[in-house]
């Protein structure tokens, strides 16, 4: 089965930028962490290379024809993976021709860790919303829920968005990833709020881990503890009352291919899925069957549900 996008996929929906259109830069799993909550699993290209780990004029080349053809149901073209999108470095190239070309903002969804290197800062610049993450307020959990590649210290990654922050004229979002019994304690919680203080971001976001992680004893706090984080983090949003996610197939041939090509970013929902087939008049359990006949995808159970997840080659 011939894939039509291998780099950009989507659009699909998204809380915090519309209807947003992602694009894959390095392949999976090529990260500088092997965070315990991801859900693409643990990451098995631990690195901190910056190459052009993926050919960048194909990349741009999918994205103005996949814009092209969506026109202007595109709010944001992101940047995000299926590893760290910094690890590419051409990034910041396509971002400006990717601007030039469609005239849609550019969004990049990175763990952040490598900002303290000038020539990763400099490349997301001239992007329109930088979003980083920041789930530790000290070396010893980030060691725990980052496990970052060794090279990589904690008061360097801080001071790299601290100093990034100073420089960058867009809209810089951090999120923070809370996980039960962990991170979750009201002394961090408050030690964390004191290194966010620093970044001065313009919005922060609370997740949980809401679908299958890397590591299956990580859970998500309790209510409680997720309204008083996010009271103490200054937290404009929380993850309690999420809306369902809704997929978009329409830029795949093939439903079995855009299935498989979307649990590449993130697991989805059984259920979900089912909706998604049955609201473009496909038979769910034939698709589902089919996909899974195909070895790419597992079956797996996280919180009392079911998930589809792709299978990384080994």
């Keep these: 089965m011939e894939k039509k996008y291998h780099y950009v996929f989507g659009p699909a929906p998204s809380r915090r930028l519309g209807r947003s259109l992602g694009v894959r830069v390095v392949p999976l799993k090529a990260c500088s962490y092997n965070c315990i909550y991801c859900q693409l699993g643990r990451t098995n290209i631990l690195t901190t290379e910056r190459k052009e780990w993926l050919p960048s004029h194909e990349i741009l ?8 053809r969506l026109g202007e149901k595109i709010d944001y073209i992101t ?4 590893g760290e999108p910094t690890l590419h470095s051409k990034l910041g190239w396509l971002i400006e021709k990717t601007k030039t070309e469609t005239g849609i903002k550019v969004a990049v969804l990175t763990n952040g860790s490598l900002l303290y290197i000038d020539e990763v800062a400099e490349s997301l610049l001239e992007a329109d ?21 060794p090279s990589i210290k904690y008061n360097e990654m801080l001071n790299g968005l601290i100093e990034f922050r100073r420089k960058y004229r867009g809209f810089l979002w951090l ?8 991170n979750d304690t009201i002394p961090h919680l408050r030690e964390l709020a004191e290194k966010i203080q620093l970044i001065k971001p313009d919005n922060i976001f609370i997740n949980t881990p809401i679908r299958p992680p ?12 997720i309204l008083k984080a996010a009271q103490i983090l200054g937290a404009k949003k929380t993850p309690i009352t999420l809306p369902q996610p809704e997929f978009h197939i329409e830029a795949y041939p093939d439903p079995v ?3 498989i090509d979307i649990t590449r970013t993130h697991p989805m929902s059984l259920d979900e899925v089912k909706q998604t087939l049955m609201n473009y008049g496909y038979n769910p359990n034939e698709i589902i069957r089919r996909v899974l006949e195909t070895g790419q995808v597992s079956k797996r159970q996280y919180m009392g549900k079911y998930y589809l997840v792709y299978r990384q080659p080994r």
């Excluded at 080349?61 to 092209?68: G, Q």
């Excluded at 789930?135 to 959990?141: K, P």
């Excluded at 999120?175 to 962990?182: D, G």
Aim: proline share 7%; hydrophobic share 45%; glycine share 4%.
């Design 175 to 182: 999120e923070v990833m809370l996980i039960n019994q962990l």
């Design 257 to 259: 291919e855009a299935i």
């Design 61 to 68: 080349r999918e994205i103005i024809e996949v814009a092209d």
């Design 79 to 82: 940047f995000l993976g299926d």
């Design 129 to 149: 919303l930088v979003s980083p993450k920041l789930d530790a307020g000290n070396e010893r959990l980030f060691r725990i829920i980052n496990r970052p590649h």
């Design 214 to 225: 890397a590591e299956e004893w990580v859970k998500p706090p309790t209510s409680d503890r």
